[in-house]
């Protein structure tokens, strides 16, 4: 990482790898801990030398010079069966390097609403990308209000390996557990009693027979594959497209009401561990 300062009026360098950075002393005086060494050092001091490597110094000066701004939002889509956000990943700080930026702001004390809230945005970011990872950090620094929203991404439990999910605290790991076994069990409830004509309403004379065969042939084979992250009115919504339902309007509408109805309930289900609780 680089670091220039176009108006610099004082120098600090990195002890490690003796390299000094040219400064704006004010910009530093956002972080709690410099404002204090300022406050009883004086103004004095040509060079501040910090234990930290000059790739490490130069995040640090960045962050203190240019706080982050948050990811830009491209769309949001909250009829999504997980709600998605797509951000312009030119904007969003790559995962890798959140850790050591989080680490500089405690170390430093940066200003937690403009600092520390926007790396938070960043890391949220990634969720729907990296949900594991984001959330057992997120666990690891105790920015709950993250992990609960990177949950909802989180693939089923079972498909993780032990090593991926060890970091994670075992009553972190129970609730995820339980949700995702609520979330599965609620789907498969509303999907079988879901019925393409409910009471016969809305029911085709010509094809009601093969109709309803269609629809409970392909909501019993889904209901036993449902995970957490399935989205179910998606898969019915395959049986608009098959035969006798796509050729014939009355089965169509029924088809696509039935579909409409299973997508609202199924939204409704808690996503993340908070809701859960309520
Ligand atoms: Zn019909």
């Not at 490690?16 to 004086?42: K, P």
């Not at 997120?138 to 991404?153: C, D, N």
């Not at 594959?225 to 796509?246: F, H, R, S």
């Amino acid at each position: 990482m680089t670091f220039q300062c176009s108006n610099s009026d004082f120098h600090v360098r990195s002890v490690q790898d003796n390299e000094i950075f040219a400064v704006r002393r004010q910009a530093l005086c956002s972080s709690e801990v410099f404002r204090d060494m300022f406050t009883c050092c004086g103004e004095s001091e040509e060079v501040l030398d910090l234990h930290e490597s000059a790739d490490s110094l130069a995040a640090l000066l960045n962050l203190l010079h240019r706080p982050p701004q948050p990811p830009t939002q491209l769309k949001r889509d909250e009829f999504n069966h997980i709600p998605k956000v797509w951000n312009d990943p030119k904007t969003v700080i790559p995962l890798p390097l959140l850790p050591k930026l989080f680490e500089l702001a405690d170390k430093y004390a940066l200003p937690s609403d403009s600092v520390v809230e926007v790396l938070g945005e960043h890391l949220l970011a990634h969720a729907p990308e990296d949900p594991l990872a984001v959330y057992v950090f997120a666990l690891s620094q105790g920015l709950h209000h993250i992990a609960f929203k990177a949950v909802q991404y989180l693939q089923p439990m079972a498909n993780y390996d032990l090593d991926e999910v060890k970091m994670i605290p075992i009553e972190a790991y129970h609730r995820v557990v339980q949700l995702q076994d609520t979330r599965v069990k609620a789907m498969r409830k509303y999907l079988l009693s879901e019925d393409i004509f409910p009471h016969g309403y809305g029911s085709c004379a010509s094809h009601s027979r093969e109709t309803v065969q269609l629809w409970n042939s392909k909501r019993m084979s889904l209901a036993v594959k449902i995970e957490t992250l399935t989205d179910v009115a998606g898969e019915m919504e395959i049986a608009a497209y098959q035969e006798p339902v796509q050729s014939c309007a009355m089965c169509r509408k029924a088809c696509i009401a039935a579909v409409e109805m299973l997508r609202y309930k199924c939204r409704k289900i808690p996503r993340t561990v908070d809701e859960l609780n309520s």
